[in-house]
């Protein structure tokens, strides 16, 4: 298995024919990944730019926008913290995704920390190594 690790996560990869992505059967971190994985296919044009700046972008499934008032914040850290171990923080963005039942709030910071870090392994795949499976034979 490869897998990619950045801003406190480790996500499983996949290498189709156009580069490696993450591997978007990633459960309640779907939307984060559709989000990555359409900034280095191009298919969300311009979203390291909306994440350093601070801006939005969309497309047919997906929305990313920074987090304003009105978004239960307390729920979103014990989510962020379940899935990540790690806190939120205050500089937050929020991604709607179509086939996700929820918003999932992500740090600014760890978007952009994953996005470059994929865009990096795509653009050398010899850093990508290849890990056993913690639940195969030993």
Request: hydrophobic residues 45%.
């Amino acid at each position: 298995m490869i897998q990619l690790r950045a801003a406190g996560l480790t996500l499983p990869l996949v290498r189709p024919p156009t580069g490696v992505l993450l591997d978007s059967r990633a459960g309640r971190l779907d939307p984060l990944v559709w989000l990555v994985n359409g900034g280095v296919t191009g298919a969300l044009p311009g979203l390291r730019d909306a994440l350093r700046d601070g801006g939005t972008v969309h497309d047919a499934l997906l929305s990313m926008y920074p987090a304003g008032p009105g978004f239960d914040r307390e729920r979103a850290r014990e989510v962020w913290r379940e899935l990540s171990g790690q806190e939120l923080g205050d500089d937050v963005i929020l991604i709607a995704f179509d086939l996700a039942d929820e918003l999932l709030a992500v740090p600014r910071a760890a978007a952009l920390e994953l996005l470059d870090a994929l865009l990096d392994v795509r653009t050398h795949p010899e850093k990508v190594v290849e890990e056993p499976d913690s639940d195969g034979p030993e």
